[in-house]
């Protein structure tokens, strides 16, 4: 085992889920989302589970490259369900009251997207909006905004489905 300790200058992605939340849509924040659920689907792609799949766990580099931190939770053959629901529910639960519920579903889209288009597994996001973990989330995200998470998960791999 070999642990690399390095300073990463850049933004954790808790800056991004709030801006969407808070602004709505823009290109740039839509595109840094889909690129962190893509690295979410490969690492999952390797058989590796993070543990901890929350937004601040990762850092988005000046350069655009995306990196891992905190990964002390993380097991080869882990549930890759958990870390799936783990990012969407939990970026949920920075969401308010007054929060627009479009934006919800436009950050969990973008995620969805990037994680199947780079070869996540669909049934995993149609298990994230199973209620086995949408009452998992109950306790610090509000119940909209988890209702809106499940609906979207549950559009999209039908939407997926479809092509």
């Known amino acids: 085992l070999i642990l690399i300790r390095e300073f990463v200058e850049g933004e954790n992605f808790v800056g991004t889920v709030k801006d ?43 350069s655009g490259v995306i990196y891992l931190i905190d990964l002390e939770q993380g097991a080869h053959k882990g549930n890759s369900v958990w870390d799936f629901a783990e990012l969407l529910y939990y970026s949920g639960h920075y969401a308010s009251v007054s929060t627009d519920l479009e934006h919800v579903s436009n950050l969990t889209r973008a995620i969805i997207r990037g994680y199947l288009e780079e070869g996540g597994d669909p049934k995993n ?11 998992i989330f109950s ?3 509000l119940p909209q905004v988890i209702y809106v998470i499940s609906k979207t998960c549950r559009e999209e791999v039908k939407s997926q489905r479809r092509k």
């Open 139 to 141: 306790l610090f995200t």
């Open 125 to 135: 996001v149609e298990e994230v909006g199973g209620i086995q973990y949408t009452k």
């Open 20 to 62: 969407v939340l808070s602004k709505g849509e823009s290109f740039h924040r839509t595109d840094e989302l889909r690129k962190l659920g893509g690295l979410v689907a490969r690492v999952h792609g390797l058989g590796v589970t993070i543990g901890d799949c929350k937004p601040e766990n990762f850092i988005a580099s000046l």
